[in-house]
């Protein structure tokens, strides 16, 4: 495995988590407006 294998392995990881990261926030978001 060369070094831009690895760096791109490391950047769609990056990109998982930060998409993960913001469903989370605007599932949070969501189920607050939505409590009675």
């Known amino acids: 495995m060369n070094h831009s294998e690895h ?3 490391i ?3 990056n ?3 930060s998409g ?3 469903m989370t926030i ?3 978001s ?3 407006i ?3």
């Open 15 to 17: 990109t998982l988590c």
């Open 26 to 28: 605007s599932n949070m």
């Open 30 to 32: 969501v189920s607050t």
């Open 34 to 36: 939505n409590k009675p």
């Open 20 to 22: 993960l990261n913001d």
């Open 11 to 13: 950047n769609v990881i």
């Open 7 to 9: 760096r791109n392995i």
